[in-house]
């Protein structure tokens, strides 16, 4: 997971970035202009940055320009619907590490980032893969497999499945959950908990003898072997 900056002035665009970025579990933030973005890099720093060239307010060349001045190791990708061989060259002259041509394919773009983490020593430190029966989570790739079958999950689904793996054969309350996976106090009246865990069973338990997610009814649930129903 890296802290990613994100200078794109077109709403549209900038949203759809930041959601495929924070479900693949990355954190994104988003600078609509120039200036916010080089006051967030002296402020606070980022791990990579994704630039568009045509901003409102300053050229992304020169923007790279300059926060090349204030950061020489953060990794640096264009995105830009510019597409001549110029716009490359001086883009990559003014300190870009990388560029990334508009309309692109999402995997793409995530396989960049990865590399340029990866270069830039930011990519995550290999972590211990979660196993529950034939159930796998790898935090490290952010991805879960039941048997060879891979699970595509959303960013909460797999915040919760992993809070599961990590306490197996523990009942755990709403309350806990909703500290551990939304960070917020749990609402008695709301049910957006038993929406997830309803999400989350269908792809995890959907179509397998064994189910793994069980209700505790008036408590909680919990990952264990149980071949009867709730």
Wanted: hydrophobic share 40%; proline share 3%; aromatic share 8%.
């Amino acid at each position: 997971m890296a802290q990613i900056l994100l200078v794109e002035d077109e709403p549209k665009v900038s949203a759809f970035i930041v959601k495929g970025l924070e479900e693949y579990g990355h954190k994104a933030e988003l600078a609509d202009d120039g200036a916010k973005a080089l006051n967030r890099v002296c402020q606070k720093g980022s791990e990579l940055i994704i630039m568009d060239l045509m901003l409102p307010d300053i050229s992304g060349v020169d923007l790279c320009r300059m926060i090349r001045r204030e950061n020489t190791n953060v990794p640096i990708l264009i995105l830009s619907a510019l597409n001549s061989v110029d716009y490359k060259v001086n883009g990559l002259q003014a300190g870009a590490d990388d560029y990334m041509v508009k309309p692109f394919h999402f995997s793409e773009l995530l396989a960049r980032v990865d590399a340029l983490l990866r270069r830039s020593g930011k990519a995550a430190a290999p972590e211990n893969v979660l196993k529950f029966q034939d159930l796998t989570l790898d935090p490290g790739s952010k991805t879960a497999y039941r048997g060879n079958t891979e699970i595509a999950l959303t960013a909460k689904e797999y915040a919760l499945l992993e809070l599961f793996m990590q306490h197996p054969n523990r009942l755990l309350s709403r309350e806990f959950i909703a500290e551990k996976v939304w960070n917020i106090e749990f609402d008695t009246g709301t049910n957006f908990i038993d929406v997830y865990i309803t999400y989350l069973r269908k792809k995890v338990d959907k179509g397998f003898q064994q189910r793994l997610i069980h209700t505790v009814i008036g408590m909680g649930y919990i990952m264990k072997v149980k071949k009867d129903e709730d």
